[in-house]
């Protein structure tokens, strides 16, 4: 029996983020500073519908999540992606820092919540927690 396969490392595969706000600097400013080397942006959504049409084409790990969106907000957002997708990790990016609101997003299935306006560092901090968590 060849000891080959036990030599080999197990190179996993970035986790796939898809970024939420309905604010175009904050989803290009997400994009460029989230640091983290096992994370690959492979989408962007400007409100909740549009966030759906994204999920289901680009299968993601990791969402961030604006609450206050057009169309269909954070919180009824992550419902529904939750329930697509059980495991996804939701980070709330929100500048709302009323506490029930969090709770609420926690209670539909988010894992983590950040209040705008953040640091790069504190962005990185609060992935990096999120998927420590996983």
């Given at each position: 029996?060849?000891?080959?396969?036990?030599?080999?490392?197990?190179?996993?595969?970035?986790?796939?983020?898809?970024?939420?706000?309905?604010?175009?600097?904050?989803r290009r400013?997400?994009?460029?500073?989230?640091?983290?080397?096992?994370?690959?942006?492979?989408?962007?959504?400007?409100?909740?519908?549009?966030?759906?049409?994204?999920?289901?084409?680009?299968?993601?790990?990791?969402?961030?999540?604006?609450?206050?969106?057009?169309?269909?907000?954070?919180?009824?957002?992550?419902?529904?992606?939750?329930?697509?997708?059980?495991?996804?990790?939701i980070l709330?990016?929100?500048?709302?820092?009323?506490?029930?609101?969090?709770?609420?997003?926690?209670?539909?299935?988010?894992?983590?919540?950040?209040?705008?306006?953040?640091?790069?560092?504190?962005?990185?901090?609060?992935?990096?927690?999120?998927?420590?968590?996983a």
């Open positions: 029996m060849s000891s080959f396969a036990a030599e080999v490392p197990c190179l996993m595969p970035p986790l796939r983020l898809l970024i939420v706000d309905d604010s175009n600097v904050m400013r997400i994009e460029r500073s989230q640091r983290l080397a096992q994370l690959q942006v492979v989408g962007t959504a400007r409100d909740g519908r549009e966030a759906i049409e994204r999920f289901i084409e680009t299968d993601p790990d990791v969402v961030t999540m604006d609450i206050t969106m057009p169309n269909m907000n954070g919180i009824e957002c992550v419902e529904e992606l939750v329930r697509m997708k059980p495991g996804v990790l709330i990016v929100s500048a709302l820092a009323d506490k029930a609101t969090a709770v609420e997003a926690m209670e539909k299935g988010a894992n983590g919540f950040l209040n705008k306006p953040f640091t790069d560092r504190q962005l990185n901090e609060a992935l990096q927690e999120l998927l420590g968590g």
